[in-house]
C-alpha cells in the first residue's frame, strides 16, 4: 500500500501535518500527494509540549521551532511526533509542478485567498474577511493582513468557529512564513441579508454568535472571533 519511501521522518511527519506534499524521487520524478482519508484519530498539537516544559515560549512556537527541536534532540523528537496519533493517507494526484493542490471543496487553492475552516460549523464558498498583523514581512506580527477569502478546505487542526487556516502556496520560504502565523484577528464571515433576517436560526444551527444587526447593509456579519493560521496552522497553510 506504500507509495514511496522517504529519507527524513521529520519531513515525513510534517507532511502529515499538511495534508499535502511534493515528493521528489530518486529518478527525478514529482510526486504530488494530496490528503484521501485519515485514521479517525483526534490531532494533537506536539508544540503545546515543548511549550509545556518551558523550551519553547509560546510567542515564539512556530514550525521551525518544532522542526529545529525534532533535528537537535532526535530521540525526544521521535518520542514528541508519537503524541500525535492522527495519521493521514494520501493518494498521487494528475496535478503539474506549478499547479495548486485541490481542497477538500474540489477546487484549486489560491494562495492569499483560500481558508481552510472547520468544515462543522462552515459551509465551503462562505466569503470571510480577514483582518489581522501577521509576522510575513519579518518574525514580527507587523504586516497588514486585509483581504477577503474563500472557505474552500479544512483539517483535523481546524476545530471551533472562526478557526482558520490560510493558504500561503508552496516552497520553502512559503513553509517558514506560514509556520510562524498563530496571531488572533477579525473573522467575518460575509451572508446575504435575506439570511441575516433569520439570524437567530443561523446562531442556533452553527453555534456561532451574532453582532447586533446593521440595517441597510448589503452584507452583515456573521461571526467575529480570532484567526490563526497554524501549522502548523497545518503550517498555516504550507503546502509543499
Not at 495548486?100 to 481552510?116: D, F, K, M, N, Y
Amino acid at each position: 500500500m506504500e507509495i514511496c519511501y522517504v529519507k527524513n521522518s521529520i519531513d515525513a511527519f510534517f507532511a502529515q501535518i499538511q495534508g499535502s506534499t511534493r515528493v521528489k524521487l530518486d529518478s527525478g520524478k514529482l510526486l504530488r500527494l494530496n490528503y484521501v482519508a485519515s485514521n479517525g484519530m483526534p490531532y494533537t498539537p506536539v508544540g503545546k509540549f515543548l511549550i509545556d516544559r518551558g523550551i519553547v515560549s509560546k510567542e515564539e512556537m512556530s514550525m521551525d521551532k518544532i522542526r529545529e527541536f525534532m533535528e537537535t534532540n532526535p530521540e525526544e523528537g521521535k518520542a514528541l511526533r508519537q503524541k500525535n496519533r492522527s495519521f493521514v493517507f494520501f493518494q498521487e494526484t494528475p496535478l503539474n509542478a506549478h499547479d495548486e493542490c485541490i481542497g477538500a471543496q474540489g477546487v484549486p487553492l489560491t494562495p492569499g485567498r483560500s481558508l481552510a475552516v472547520d468544515k462543522k460549523i462552515h459551509i465551503y464558498g462562505t466569503p470571510i474577511w480577514i483582518d489581522a498583523e501577521f509576522p510575513i514581512e519579518s518574525e514580527k506580527p507587523e504586516t497588514k493582513f486585509r483581504h477577503l477569502l474563500v472557505a474552500q478546505d479544512t483539517g483535523s487542526a481546524i476545530v471551533g468557529p472562526a478557526r482558520a487556516d490560510i493558504y500561503f502556496g508552496h516552497g520553502e520560504e512559503i513553509g517558514h512564513i506560514a509556520g510562524r502565523i498563530k496571531q488572533n484577528g477579525q473573522f467575518v464571515m460575509l451572508v446575504p441579508q435575506s439570511v441575516a433576517v433569520s439570524g437567530s436560526a443561523v446562531a442556533a444551527v452553527t453555534n456561532i454568535p451574532l453582532p447586533a444587526p446593521r440595517p441597510k447593509m448589503v452584507f452583515t456579519a456573521a461571526a467575529r472571533s480570532s484567526t490563526t493560521g497554524s501549522v502548523p496552522a497545518q503550517p498555516a497553510k504550507r503546502r509543499h
